[in-house]
């Protein structure tokens, strides 16, 4: 099928080791992250303004999601703080969103961290994300 996406990788990053059949309650460590990372490769357009405040618009895909965000590899010269609009083509909702990181450069991409400007675990269409994506209602 041509133009089509294959499916998406999924792998849980830093599952615990000892799975337990009783859910447990949110705890949120400061020196932790806020949600379990998963690896996922999802279709997204990124709009914004580069170093130069010159507009963009590129395709790419995430490297890894969370409910708070993601790491994606990005061409356009960004900086750290400035907000960019991120599209999930698979679905095209669009979100606001802030470069949090910006990493490693790859084959003329560098890896960026980008946080949604409000909170949406959702975003990412994932069937069975982890329980720490969802704060348990008391």
């Known amino acids: 099928m041509a133009g089509a996406y294959p499916s998406p990788i999924v ?12 859910k447990q309650p949110l705890l949120l460590d400061p020196g932790r992250r806020r949600s379990m990372r998963v690896l996922l490769s999802v279709p ?3 709009n914004g303004k580069d170093k130069e405040a010159q507009d963009f618009e590129e395709e790419t895909r995430t490297l890894v999601v969370n409910a708070h965000g993601a790491l994606i590899s990005l061409g356009a010269r ?8 991120v599209a999930n083509k698979s679905t095209r909702k669009t979100l606001d969103c802030r470069i949090v990181h910006l990493g ?6 560098i890896q960026t961290g980008i946080e949604f400007v409000m909170p949406c675990p959702s975003f990412w269409q994932i069937d069975f994300p982890p329980d720490d994506w969802v704060v348990p209602e008391d």
Do not use: Y
């Open 11 to 22: 792998e849980l990053m830093g599952a615990p080791s000892t799975a337990s059949k009783e």
């Open 44 to 46: 997204i357009q990124v």
């Open 78 to 85: 960004v900086a750290a703080g400035q907000q960019i609009t």
């Open 104 to 109: 490693t450069a790859s084959a003329g991409k």
